[in-house]
């Protein structure tokens, strides 16, 4: 019998957890990882895999080509860290003060590596394999940079995939659905102009304070009066800044937060009813409001017939029964969302363990998750790219 996938890809751990545990000691944030790029670049190339670098700046783009198949796929892995001061503790903790890999995309770099080398070893697949090694993943546009840079138009692809590792779930297991896995986000700033007077004679001032109170507690209607009720969004106000003083009422005031939707038509809706609000709820009080509504993420959507393939390679990597499908998705964002608008594709969780949360100070990505991920990439591809019979 020969050895199933997984046992192939365990043959990797050690070399893998090397490779995971550098990057993760040398964390660089969004479109600035040249270190880790040059690791990527080096890597492919040692692999006898085709390398295009500054895809979307740090981007790097591997392109490994077998038999006379013309079906391409992408899989692809974001590189940048957070601007996180690390207190693990693990002897592989960042060296990079106030920057640390805080999201696992040390482990997700290392993963499409790992499926990558066994892929140029392996060659079991007709066509060609792109794998896109993303920049800034992190609110600064990364995937965008790369789309900008004609990354589809260079790299065809027919389907694209993505993961993303899930702390609290168990390592080997992989959570899926069909439609919407993460939200569509927006960051707002609300800029508040009033009249600035003494503290003791707000009569001869027009108080943007005020005007900020009100507004943060109107915003809260948008989600639970203007919407539908089966449509889920979030609007949250993280922040309120105004004044310096106990006794000056300011001139100024600003109010900024995010916003999560699934549908364009949604946000769109969001905004316009956030500038009304604004506008209408200043001009109330006499003052005026500008708003700065900026989409930063499209929602992930992944396309029902990848997604039926990907579950599909997972049950065979991992066994049916650590495959849940029809999964909820997530209010949270991912920017691969931009790169499933312009091809076909699917994204999953897969499981970290019982690690701390991403984006949290103590997380660190789990090594024994690495077998799993990296099998699942090279299964989809065998199985998108099958060679004839
Ligand atoms: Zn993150
Ligand atoms: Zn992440």
Redesign the pocket.
Known sequence: MTASKLDQFRAYQDELTAIRRDIHAHPEIGLEEYRTADLVASKLAELGIEVHRNVGKTGVVGVLRNGNGQASIGLRADMDA?PIQESTGVPWASQNPGLMHA?GHDGHTTILLGAAKYLAATRNFNGTVNFIFQPGE?GVGGAEAMLQDGLFQRFPCNAVFGLHNSPGLDVGHVISSHGPRFAGCAFFDIHITGKGAHGARPDEGIDPVMVAAHLATALQTIVSRNLPAQEAAVVSVTRIQSGDAYNVVPETANLAGTVRAFKRTVMTKIEANMTRLASSVAAGFGAEARVDFRNLFSAVVNDPQQAEAYEAAAAAVMGEERVHRNAPPTMASEDFGAMMEVVPGAHVHFGNGPSAS??NHRYDFNDDAIPYAAALFAEIVERKLAREA
Do not use: F
């Open positions: 957070l999201c992190e991403v984006h």
